[in-house]
């Protein structure tokens, strides 16, 4: 987590790029979480375990009825046993940013059904109420990511990462990915 939001936003982008070269090989991560997100040696974001993501069009692996991943980044599609597609992972990219903006998690309780209720509900607060820094239209942008309706949300994480250049254009941040 970090008080200053351009850094979390420019954190997002660079895992939107690493969500997108997933995408392009047809790989949906599924288990996108702030414990699977590393810092290389020379401070490049990586993407970690990609142990239960799901490769399109494959057999599925799990056991009828059961539910692997997160519960506090889980999309509600997921949750529900719907079909899912790429926007559940930018659903947990929107947890993942929510914890880096505010260092808490948007939806929370004391069980993992409660925490499935809570996303459901679609029942968190606003990050902005959590670090006073935060803009209305990050804020904005995080519930966009956060919709319980896949077709709410961005539709791919190049259209994502286009939303948070913009608050990054702002402060002069733009070439977040160099080194």
Do not use: W
């Not at 699977?36 to 490769?55: E, H």
């Not at 939806?107 to 409660?114: K, L, W």
């Not at 670090?131 to 956060?146: F, G, H, T, W």
Request: net charge negative.
């Amino acid at each position: 987590p970090t008080a200053i939001p351009e850094i979390a936003i420019a954190m997002g982008c660079s895992l939107c790029d690493a969500i997108d070269h997933a995408h392009k090989a047809n790989i949906i991560h599924r288990d996108i979480k702030p414990e699977n997100i590393m810092f290389s040696g020379d401070g490049v974001l990586k993407l970690m375990d990609f142990g239960i993501a799901r490769i399109l069009d494959a057999e599925k692996m799990t056991a009828s009825g059961s539910l692997i991943g997160s519960p506090a980044h889980m999309a509600p599609e997921i949750i529900e046993g719907h079909q899912y597609s790429y926007s559940c992972d930018i659903f947990s990219l929107g947890t993942v940013l929510y914890f880096a903006l505010t260092n808490a998690l948007p939806f929370q309780g004391t069980t993992p059904m409660a925490v499935f209720k809570a996303i459901l509900d679609n029942r968190y607060s606003p990050p902005s109420r959590l670090n006073l820094s935060i803009s209305k239209k990050i804020d904005r942008l995080v519930a966009r990511c956060l919709k319980t309706d896949p077709a709410e949300r961005y539709q791919s994480t190049e259209e994502l990462k286009a939303a948070l250049l913009e608050p990054l254009s702002i402060v002069d941040m733009s070439d977040y990915g160099e080194v």
